[in-house]
């Protein structure tokens, strides 16, 4: 692959013939007439191919090739590519939408809310060594009910951990606990309305009902981090993003 952003016709047909033999500049050219590549030209006239031009041609090819798709078809799936979309699988309907964007990858699963039967349990000094905090900014997460010791006892756990250091490491731009007290309300509420829609299977008395209580809160705490992070991006938009 030549290192600079550009190719000449030729430079692309030497990159295609080792696996496609019978490519030519007449057949680059009629596909370019097809619409189904647009290289960019030069003020003498000249085309420009870059490295999506050539990915393009190769996926073109491929698909007549190893398919036998019409350059109709093809260019149906050319657009689905353009629009984000996954192409048409052979036989289906249509394009799909991606399946890493609505599996929210990286994301909790209903899994990463079951119980730890290893929680740590971290002192004081512990916490603030491990997260990077002064013991002032832990006193402010405390106040504003951000972090907690363990119920009963003076220890914090690794939820506990996870908060402080996050905040540790907003603070770097100048946020404060008293800058996150949304964040907080916002926990509550939606702790709320998983408490709603699970109180009355916690009140039944056999131990299925009890079980798909369990199984319900996993689902849908997860299911609100993955509502909740998609709002903030989607708010954010492209422009806050650049």
């Known amino acids: 692959m030549p290192s600079r952003a550009f ?41 420009k191919f870059s490295r999506e031009d050539l990915a393009r041609l190769r996926y073109v090819l491929s698909a007549q090739r190893d398919h036998y798709l019409p350059l109709r078809v093809i260019k149906e799936h050319l657009d689905a590519i353009d629009r984000g979309l996954e192409p048409p699988a052979l036989g289906s ?41 002064e013991p002032e900014q832990l006193d402010q997460l405390e106040q504003y009910g951000l972090v907690q010791p363990r119920t009963g006892g003076t220890h914090f756990d690794g939820d506990a951990l996870v908060v402080a250091k996050t905040v540790a490491e907003m603070s ?27 109180t009355p299977l916690v009140r039944q008395r056999n131990p299925e009902a009890r079980a798909r209580a369990d199984e319900v809160v996993r689902e849908l705490a997860a299911l609100s981090i993955k509502l909740h992070s998609t709002l903030v991006r989607a708010g954010l938009g492209p422009g806050l993003r650049r």
Do not use: C, W
């Open 7 to 47: 190719m000449n016709i030729g430079e692309v047909l030497g990159q295609l013939r080792a696996d496609f033999p019978d490519i030519t500049i007449s057949k680059i050219r009629f596909l370019e007439a097809e619409g189904l590549v647009e290289p960019e030209r030069t003020s003498s006239g000249y085309r």
């Open 93 to 133: 309907n249509g394009p799909r939408v991606p399946r890493a964007l609505v599996a929210a990858e990286g994301l909790p699963s209903p899994e990463s809310f079951l119980p730890d039967v290893s929680e740590i349990r971290l002192s004081r000094a512990e916490l603030l060594e491990a997260a990077g905090l």
């Open 172 to 198: 770097r731009f100048g946020i404060e606990a008293r800058h996150l007290r949304p964040f907080k309300a916002a926990a509550d509420r939606e702790i709320g309305l998983v408490e709603q829609v699970v």
